[in-house]
């Protein structure tokens, strides 16, 4: 029988983990005050904001250095760098700019590097639509970005109604560019196109939205409405 050094219970051997070190061959603290002990470490140690920036620094070297890395096409492979010299540089950085447990880190610029010049701490949910530009999408053997799929002249809507028939119907991405929208469907010269195929016509003198407001408010023909200058 042993006592426990923390809670004062004295319990059978079997309830102190073995300790080859100690005279009697187990801990001093039963294995329930142990076991509290070790959640009350991990749990402290996940707010420690310097525990968690050497775990983020980490993350940061594997995606970027290491080709086994699952992450490291998107990274490393991509030509994104890490530009801090060590891990102690990062967290200096981390605390003098703004770092606190809850956000995460962003590259303003997507395709440039984890730099001081080129990062901030931002929320999560604007990290999330900052990745949501950078949002690649394989389509007819090509992968581009919403943005470029959306400026292709294959996509027949616009960037709001690509991503939730992607992402709230599960469309197909081929589907999801090229189906038109019906109620964007207008004829004008003898063809059918979308509103944002004829904001994307050489004939056309206005902008995706100008058109849409010289045919929804201004009530134009079609016709007159994609060629007409603008009065200046
Ligand atoms: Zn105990």
Redesign the pocket.
């Known amino acids: 029988m042993t006592t426990?050094n923390?809670?004062g219970?004295t319990k059978s051997d079997d309830d102190f983990y073995r300790n080859r070190k100690s005279s009697n061959g187990r801990q001093p603290?039963?294995k329930?005050?142990a076991d509290d002990r070790t959640r009350e470490y991990r749990e402290s140690r996940k707010n420690d904001p310097e525990y968690r920036l050497r775990k983020l620094f980490t993350g940061i070297k594997q995606r970027c250095n290491n080709p086994k890395n699952s992450r490291y096409a998107y990274y490393g492979g991509r030509g994104i760098t890490c530009e801090f010299p060590d891990v102690d540089a990062f967290i200096e950085w981390s605390l003098a700019n703004g770092y606190r447990v809850g956000l995460e880190i962003d590259r303003e610029d997507n395709d440039g590097p984890y730099s001081p010049d080129n990062c901030r701490w931002v929320t999560r949910s604007v990290n999330v639509s900052n990745r949501e530009v950078s949002r690649h999408i394989e389509a007819f053997g090509e992968t581009k970005t919403m943005q470029q799929w959306v400026d292709d002249a294959r996509c027949s809507v616009p960037y709001n109604t690509l991503l939730s028939r992607l992402d709230w119907f599960g469309w197909d991405a081929e589907t999801a560019i090229t189906k038109p929208a019906d109620r964007n469907l207008i004829e004008a010269f003898g063809e059918t196109k979308t509103l944002s195929g004829w904001s994307r016509d050489p004939r056309c003198v206005v902008s995706y939205s100008g058109l849409r407001h010289r045919l929804d408010k201004l009530g134009m023909e079609p016709e007159e409405a994609i060629t007409k200058p603008n009065r200046r």
Do not use: I, N, Q, T
Request: net charge neutral; with cysteine.
């Open positions: 426990c923390v809670c219970e603290l039963c329930k005050c």
